[in-house]
């Protein structure tokens, strides 16, 4: 047999493996360059909502919130810059928008937040059964418990250790008292009833209303 070039056959034979090797090889490489996949077929990766303070007391302290469509059931985080604080609070709540919130911001231990309505959350176990809630902080926002609340619409204020909250009944302004340090240690303590009170913050917070703006609402007028 007659071999071109004076190449053996078993030669040829090396040449033409070589040769393909060559090119799967560099089909290989190609491949591996672009992940194996076409890069316009990746999706790109979706962009985080930025969380937003939905309340602020001074410059160091505020409650945040990272909302989605619609804010409701996202959580309201407390944020003590000065004390690297950063706590949950409440799971937000349609009514939450519609209050006023003051919180005296001479203050430095004693915080409230927004009342959670009672049995909206029941089945995921979120705290809310059994009543109006209205969460409170003794340690300057590092820990929040909750206590009974009248009505979940109602005005919060705090000053010193005392929360209230107010109410109208036709054309009569009602506010009822809680002593917080009392009911971090007793058992017994209720709210009790100021007539005729109006509070007045000694130095007032930078918000009256807490707030949170859906997220995809940016543009929208």
């Given at each position: 047999?007659?071999?071109?070039?004076?190449?053996?056959?078993g030669s040829r034979s090396a040449c033409l493996a070589a040769a393909m090797l060559a090119v799967m090889m560099s089909l290989c490489l190609s491949a591996c360059a672009g992940g194996g996949v076409s890069q316009s077929s990746v999706p790109p990766p979706k962009s985080s909502v930025p969380a937003q303070v939905a309340y602020r007391i001074d410059d160091h302290r505020y409650f945040e919130i990272t909302p989605d469509e619609t804010c409701f059931g996202n959580m309201l985080y407390f944020v003590d810059t000065a004390k690297g604080i950063h706590s949950e609070v409440v799971?937000?709540?349609?009514?939450?928008?519609r209050t006023t919130l003051i919180i005296d911001a001479a203050n430095d231990q004693y915080l409230v937040a927004p009342?959670?309505?009672?049995?909206?959350?029941?089945?995921?176990?979120?705290?809310?059964?059994?009543?109006?809630?209205?969460?409170?902080?003794?340690?300057?926002?590092?820990?929040?418990?909750?206590?009974?609340?009248?009505?979940?619409?109602?005005?919060l204020m705090v000053g010193g250790?005392?929360?209230?909250?107010?109410?109208?009944?036709?054309?009569?302004?009602?506010?009822?008292?809680?002593?917080?340090?009392?009911?971090?240690?007793?058992?017994?303590?209720?709210?009790?009833?100021?007539?005729?009170?109006?509070?007045?913050?000694?130095?007032?917070?930078?918000?009256?209303?807490v707030r949170c703006k859906a997220s995809g609402t940016e543009d929208k007028p």
């Open positions: 047999m007659k071999v071109a070039d004076g190449l053996k056959p799971r937000f709540d349609a009514v939450m928008n009342v959670t309505r009672g049995g909206t959350n029941c089945s995921s176990g979120g705290g809310a059964c059994g009543g109006n809630k209205m969460p409170y902080s003794t340690d300057g926002g590092r820990t929040w418990k909750r206590v009974w609340s009248s009505g979940s619409e109602d005005d250790s005392t929360a209230y909250h107010s109410y109208r009944f036709g054309e009569v302004l009602y506010t009822d008292a809680i002593d917080l340090v009392a009911l971090s240690t007793q058992q017994d303590v209720d709210w009790k009833s100021l007539r005729g009170f109006i509070f007045q913050p000694r130095i007032a917070p930078v918000d009256t209303k």
